[in-house]
């Protein structure tokens, strides 16, 4: 087999295999239902009041500043693009540089981060919260 012949194979088999891992990371039926409006995202029972919960999947995080009121936001900082990793006392934290984000509006509440999270429209029906 000459220089180029194997080149050619070997280029030929590269492209197979990253055909074939980017279908497999194209995801199933469940991960584009869970980002679809009017799939249920969460349970209001799972979000505590004053606080929120991180969906790492859908890259959104839900609060409840106070009872019954729910807000969402992308779960992506601001600063750096990061993911928040969590809620806790009024705020969302992202860990990377430490920026906390109010839990009512996404507004910043200390940097390095100067934008607000972006807010996510979402709906209540009943206990469930979906993307509205």
Do not use: W, Y
């Amino acid at each position: 087999m000459s220089g180029v012949a194997r080149r050619t194979v070997v280029a030929a088999a590269g492209a197979a295999g990253l055909t074939a891992a980017l279908a497999a990371c194209g995801g199933g039926t469940e991960d584009k239902a869970a980002g679809q409006e009017g799939a249920t995202l969460a349970r209001t029972g799972d979000i505590p009041v004053g606080g929120g919960k991180v969906l790492t999947g859908q890259n959104l995080v839900i609060t409840q500043p106070k009872a019954g009121e729910f807000k969402a936001f992308s779960s992506k900082c601001t600063h750096a693009g990061c993911a928040v990793s969590g809620v806790e006392n009024g705020v969302i934290v992202c860990p990377c540089h430490q920026s906390h984000f109010d839990v009512s509006d996404g507004s910043v509440k200390s940097g390095p981060a100067t934008a607000p999270l972006p807010p996510t429209p979402i709906q209540v029906v009943g206990d469930e919260i979906s993307l509205g």
